[in-house]
């Protein structure tokens, strides 16, 4: 298995522009992450998706921020317009669902990493 | 509502001397534990998970976390440290419905 996959890996931007960032989950994982981490916040989870529905978006910064699963390999995560303080990496991770016990194990992306000038 | 603190920011060991990273953690329900490892510009890497068969978990790399329901603590551990451990590592929580909580993170350094 390719692992979770994610583009671009890194992304160079101005102030303004839209950014669109793509995941591509593990097959057969029915649950899907974006998650934004920064030096200042750390590890932070923005919205997460089952069977490609959005779960909880409470995370979400704001309504610069969307995100889609138009299906279930494909996930976008996009800022617009995008501001400097949005600079981070930004990790996709996927879940199968749980195993015996209850345990829910992720699976996380190379991340990309987003600097907006 | 469920919570984690990771006791250290930053810990430093000698290469070949034994590795504590401190995780404690708080929930409502019956939480799932796991630790992560995330090398430099890199993703994040699942080390061990806690599920509640053992509470001695072993994981790649050398690396065990013991799991400690009295205490609340979830520590990770390794006899010997290699170099290539240097990286920041993560106590996660999961209290049920896939919703998680990260630890703030441990940069472990290895000293040669």
């Known amino acids: 298995d390719a692992g979770v996959i994610q583009s671009p890996r890194h992304e160079v931007t101005e102030m303004g522009q839209e950014v669109t960032l793509r995941c591509k989950p593990i097959s057969g994982h029915d649950y899907l992450f974006w998650y934004r981490q920064t030096m200042m916040r750390g590890l932070e989870l923005l919205i997460y998706f089952n069977n490609n529905v959005p779960i909880d978006d409470s995370g979400m910064p704001e309504d610069r921020f969307s995100a889609k699963m138009p299906n279930a390999s494909f996930s976008t995560l996009k800022i617009q317009p995008s501001e400097p303080r949005d600079s981070a990496v930004y990790f996709c991770?996927?879940?199968?669902?749980?195993?015996?016990?209850?345990?829910?194990?992720?699976?996380f992306g190379p991340g990309t990493r987003l600097t907006v000038l | 509502a469920q919570s984690v603190t990771q006791l250290d920011s930053h810990v430093s060991v000698s290469e070949g001397t034994p590795v504590l990273l401190r995780c404690n953690y708080s929930?409502?329900?019956?939480?799932?534990l796991f630790w992560y490892v995330q090398h430099p510009n890199k993703g994040l890497q699942l080390l061990l998970k806690y599920t509640s068969a053992a509470t001695l978990v072993k994981g790649i790399n050398g690396f065990e976390a013991e799991f400690k329901k009295s205490e609340t603590s979830f520590h990770l551990t390794k006899p010997s440290a290699h170099m290539s451990d240097a990286a920041e590592y993560f106590c996660v929580v999961s209290g049920g419905y896939q919703k998680v909580t990260f630890g703030i993170g441990t940069k472990l350094q290895v000293i040669p």
């Open positions: 929930s409502s329900y019956s939480p799932s």
């Open positions: 991770a996927s879940s199968p669902v749980a195993t015996s016990g209850g345990v829910y194990t992720q699976y």
